[in-house]
């Protein structure tokens, strides 16, 4: 692992086989917090300007990213670009990486407390449609079959993804 330094002064995470290549260029955040080109000019027939870091790598990994497809930073942390941080998968499965929200009382992603039932509830979306899991006495029992589930539903769509992107 090697890192540029971008125009913000920021330490950008990158694999020892694309540094060479992409220190040659200026990197600037937009506003969503990813790191752009912001040397003008073309590479591989593409206009540069603007480009995300990201997407020159999965360039370079010979990837393509079809129609409703994204690049998912795997921990979340858009300053490292590594080849194997980055992921070629469904938009569906990319809303799935995310943290916990601000608004969460479980301290887990997928549980929360039912009042009704007054147990700890665990549900998953799958197809983008909500799946209830089951009630448990505790948030960490409830967790643990989340995370099972969750378990295999990304294997399900990342081979699904690896599948499309393939052809």
Partial sequence: MKTI?????????????????????????????????????????HKICGKRLHWFIVQLMGLVTPKGFEIDHIDRNKANNQRCNLRVVSKELQMQNRSIHKDNTSG???????????????????????????????????SKIFQAARKIRDTKEIKRCEEVIKG
């Fill in 5 to 45: 330094i971008a125009n913000d002064g920021t330490e950008l995470q990158v694999s020892d086989c694309d540094h060479l290549f992409l220190s040659g260029y200026s990197w600037g955040p937009d506003g969503r917090g990813y790191y752009r080109c912001t040397n003008r000019g073309t590479w591989n027939g």
């Fill in 108 to 142: 887990f992603i997928g549980v929360c407390f039912h009042k009704q039932a007054n147990k700890w509830m665990a549900s998953i979306s799958i197809n983008n449609k909500q799946k209830h899991l089951g009630y448990f006495t505790t948030p960490e029992e409830a």
